[in-house]
């Protein structure tokens, strides 16, 4: 089974650029998406197909993926971007295909 | 725009049956996928399975067989999830989502659109 590794948490100040890694090998051949979730919320699409922004997401968003690791990068982060973050990916030979990472929550400080 | 109402919250005791629906609204019901997926309090996103609204195709992992079901009604445009013989670790938010991939290639999972969530919680 097809695992994706994110660190529990990250923190960042305003402003600042949070960096979010989603490790699984070879993720770099896989299609990455990204899900941001807020406490008491529906999870939201934010980045999909490991760089393309989902309708509303602001360019602060980016995604990126290489190798061994994918990354979320949240540009001048805004408090309004605490959240858990999840990458999900598809893998054939998994049970579902359908993996989720193990979410990083982001606090701003 | 789309939109998905999910149902309210439930309370049941182990070994009981949920039953928890997804109407959807703002977009063609036949022509994407509907997935679920749980949240189980302090845990992660958890994958339960998908339903082609158009045929009515399901697919789940083999953690739930025997235990899921799902089911539509395309006249009032709502998705079923059922989970039977109910555990406490069933209890969760359970979430019904559409993915951004139509019905005639095989599900991506790319889930553009979610509901709100509906509790589930199994207690004796």
């Known amino acids: 089974s097809y695992v994706l590794t994110q660190p529990p948490s990250v923190s960042v100040a305003p402003g600042q650029t949070a960096t979010l890694p989603c490790g699984g090998d070879n993720i770099g051949r896989k299609s990455v998406h990204w899900y941001q979730h807020k406490p008491g919320q529906a999870p939201v699409l934010a980045v999909y197909n490991d760089n393309d922004r989902h309708s509303g997401i602001p360019d602060r968003f980016s995604g990126s993926n290489s190798g061994n690791t994918a990354i979320l990068t949240i540009s001048r982060v805004e408090a309004g971007d605490e959240a858990d973050y999840y990458c999900?990916?598809?893998?054939?030979?998994?049970?579902?295909?359908?993996?989720f990472g193990t979410g990083t929550k982001v606090t701003v400080l | 725009q789309v939109q998905l109402e999910q149902s309210g919250a439930e309370l049941k005791k182990p070994g009981a049956s949920v039953r928890v629906s997804c109407k959807a609204s703002g977009y063609s019901f036949n022509d994407f996928y509907l997935h679920w997926v749980r949240q189980a309090p302090g845990q992660g996103l958890e994958y339960l399975g998908w339903i082609n609204p158009n045929t009515g195709d399901t697919g789940f992992p083999q953690k739930f067989r025997g235990r899921v079901t799902m089911t539509r009604d395309t006249s009032i445009k709502t998705v079923y999830l059922e989970l039977s013989r109910l555990r406490y670790d069933d209890s969760a938010t359970y979430y019904c989502?559409?993915?951004?991939?139509?019905?005639?290639?095989?599900?991506?999972?790319?889930?553009?659109?979610w509901g709100q969530g509906s509790q589930v919680t199994v207690s004796s």
């Open positions: 999900q990916v598809w893998d054939r030979d998994s049970d579902p295909p359908y993996v």
């Open positions: 989502a559409r993915d951004r991939q139509t019905v005639e290639i095989i599900p991506a999972a790319l889930l553009d659109s």
